[in-house]
């Protein structure tokens, strides 16, 4: 409490002996902790806090991603049946145009399927064996190869990144000699 004596301000009197062995920043707490543990405590809570916005900035970062992959692969599927027609067209053609014009939609092609693996489509491959999570079996046929290897394509499979846009639909052997089946 302050008094005013005769105008002028006077303090009260304070033990400072009292005072002169605490620190202000070792001042206990009510919780028996210290300005330096509440400091440390905090300093932790404050890292881990930055790291968990870093973490949720890398996932939505992810998620916007895999977002626009999700949003490509839907266009370019709905793109494959033009892109296995103009396929058939150009192996149909033959002879049948001038060389000129025969090139000139091999080039067309060309160009359209560099853009669409600059875009991230890949063909599913389809040599070697039958694989259940890429090839879908349309036939099978009794030859002298292994059982369960691909010897015919008879439609190609794409993905796009990793998403299976669609399935290779092939023809594989069954081991044996003999007549086709279906499958």
Not at 17 to 42: F, I, M, N, V
Not at 60 to 87: C, H, M, Q, T
Not at 141 to 161: F, N, P, Q, S, W
Request: hydrophobic share 30%; charged share 40%.
């Amino acid at each position: 409490m302050v008094s005013i004596v005769g105008g002028e301000e006077k303090m009260p009197e304070t033990n400072d002996k009292e005072y002169a062995d605490e620190k202000p920043e070792t001042q206990g707490s009510p919780d028996g902790k210290t300005h330096d543990d509440d400091r440390e405590d905090l300093k932790e809570r404050l890292l881990r806090l930055a790291a968990e916005f870093d973490n949720y900035k890398k996932r939505v970062r992810a998620d916007v991603d895999n977002a626009k992959d999700i949003g490509k692969a839907e266009v370019i599927k709905s793109l494959l049946p033009a892109l296995d027609e103009f396929e058939l067209a150009l192996s149909s053609i033959g002879d049948g145009l001038g060389k000129k014009e025969g090139r000139g939609f091999e080039l067309v092609y060309s160009n359209i399927k560099d853009t669409l693996r600059k875009e991230g489509l890949n063909e599913v491959p389809t040599n070697g064996k039958y694989d259940p999570y890429r090839h879908e079996i349309i036939m099978s046929r009794r030859d002298g190869a292994e059982h369960g290897t691909i010897i015919e394509v008879v439609k190609k499979g794409y993905t796009l990144k990793n998403i299976l846009l669609r399935p290779a639909a092939v023809i594989i052997s069954d081991g044996a000699g003999g007549e086709d089946r279906k499958i």
